[in-house]
């Protein structure tokens, strides 16, 4: 942590935003116009985004665990040493946006009331989502002149309507309506396009992908969403002046996953094990030329516990964690996936990936932290090496759960796809990725000038 004046914090954080989904590599400005959030200033035109909520807390009493989400990617198990695979859904190729790199002009940004999420009994997960929900409404809170939120509690859950979502961010972004079209609704403004799907997890902000805790239903022909994806996805990507434990780092602990026995996935031109230890390898070298320190887990074909590996994390001050992974799927699936640790409350992306996260972990102390450190990386990624995009997604990967820093984790392509398997043992490919990896870094790092200097 670090120490500062609330506007510092502020503009810093909005930097994160700005570089995190800097597709067009704009240089973050700073100043007041910073608070504008990340996709405004990333993204600048405008692709599909949702915008936030205010800064909802965190949920004072869990979230029920309702129907799993539905998940457009399966991934292997990273909360075991050997890591099993899982096969990945159909992907298909997203539509690239090439945002324009426009600096919104400068608005006021919404007061910080923060809904709170209370913390109720979690139910045990439903088999299926659901899309529509006309009963099992415990309580409701329409807006007034000191609540700008309508929340409805459903089955134990906090949802909040879409339409105060965008009454909330209008004068930030500029939401003039909700378009629809089916089952999909749109909030569109110049610079940022937020699409969802009823009954879906998955959000598009601006065209890149995030995959929800809890599908988006209706309520009386109300659209409404998960209050915790509200709190710990769309409102630190939106507002990240409302992260409120940005920490200092100069160091990336960079973990290359499996080693030794543990090969990892086996490729169609040869193991996983491999291409991440190459991988990391060559992003150390990478971020050192760019000013920044790298440690890596391991230097050689060794094998490091998923507890050992978050020991030596830990160990190292002032630093952030990356871990370096390969996907395994059918001979047609391709493409990357970020993964940040699922919040409290909440439910992974896939049965694999830890299920509900009841509990809490250590590492949800930087939930918005995560979130924000795998938006800026994976926007870099998706434009740099002109890959599909599976998501952003949530999972209890142990590599993650026991972090006391910010942390993700990069499924870096398919190395059961022969095509993708190519590309990924060949140092173009590993050149382009790690340094798409070392820009979000930078771009997410930018956004801590303020409190690294004030500290």
């Not at 998940?71 to 099993?84: D, G, I």
């Not at 990478?286 to 920044?292: A, D, E, H, Q, S």
């Not at 820093?405 to 398919?414: M, N, V, Y």
């Amino acid at each position: 942590m670090t120490s500062g004046s609330p506007a510092s914090l502020r503009r810093a954080a909005a930097v994160i935003v700005v570089a995190g989904f800097a597709l067009a590599q704009i240089q973050p400005a700073r100043g007041e116009e910073e608070k504008k959030g990340f996709f405004s200033k990333m993204f600048g035109g405008g692709k599909t985004e949702e915008k936030p909520a205010e800064k909802p807390a965190v949920p004072k009493e869990e979230p029920k665990a309702e129907s799993k989400p539905k998940s457009t990617s399966s991934s292997k198990s990273k909360s075991t040493a050997s890591k099993p695979k899982t096969e990945p859904a159909k992907t298909t190729t997203p539509k690239k946006a090439e945002p324009k790199p426009v600096v919104a002009e400068k608005k006021p940004e919404p007061p910080k009331t923060t809904p709170k999420i209370e913390t109720k009994p979690t139910p045990a997960p439903q088999p299926k989502a659901v899309a529509t929900m006309t009963a099992n409404v415990k309580k409701e809170v329409k807006p007034s002149a000191t609540n700008p939120w309508h929340i409805i509690d459903i089955g134990g859950r906090d949802y909040v309507t879409l339409e105060s979502i965008r009454n909330f961010y209008n004068p930030v972004y500029g939401f003039s309506s909700i378009a629809e079209k089916g089952n999909f609704r749109w909030l569109t403004s110049p610079r940022l396009v937020v699409r969802m799907e009823i009954g879906s997890t998955t959000l598009l902000m601006n065209n890149m992908k995030f995959v929800l805790s809890y599908p988006v239903i209706t309520l009386d022909k109300k659209i409404v969403i998960s209050r915790l994806d509200l709190v710990k996805l769309i409102d630190p990507i939106l507002l990240p002046s409302h992260i409120n434990n940005v920490g200092y780092f100069d160091t990336v602990v960079i973990d290359a996953g499996h080693g030794g026995h543990d090969s990892g996935a086996r490729g169609v031109y040869g193991y996983e094990k491999d291409y991440a230890l190459a991988t990391a390898t060559r992003l150390r070298q990478v971020l050192i030329t760019r000013g920044i320190k790298a440690v890596l887990t391991r230097t050689s074909d060794t094998f490091i516990s998923l507890s050992g590996r978050v020991s030596i994390a830990n160990q190292i001050p002032n630093s952030i964690f990356v871990s370096i992974h390969f996907n395994s799927g059918g001979a047609i699936a391709s493409g990357v996936e970020t993964w940040a640790l699922t919040p409290q409350g909440a439910s992974a992306a896939i049965a694999r990936g830890g299920g509900l996260n009841l509990e809490g972990r250590t590492g949800n102390s930087h939930d918005s932290a995560n979130i924000a450190l795998a938006s800026a990386v994976h926007s870099r990624i998706i434009t740099s090496v002109k890959t599909i995009d599976r998501g952003i997604m949530r999972a209890q990967w142990s590599v993650l759960s026991g972090l006391r820093k910010p942390g993700i984790l990069i499924e870096g392509g398919f190395v059961t796809n022969p095509t993708e398997c190519g590309l990924i043992r060949s140092i173009d490919y590993q050149d382009r990725l790690t340094r798409a990896i070392a820009e979000g870094i930078v771009t997410y790092r930018s956004a801590l000038v303020s409190p690294m200097t004030s500290k």
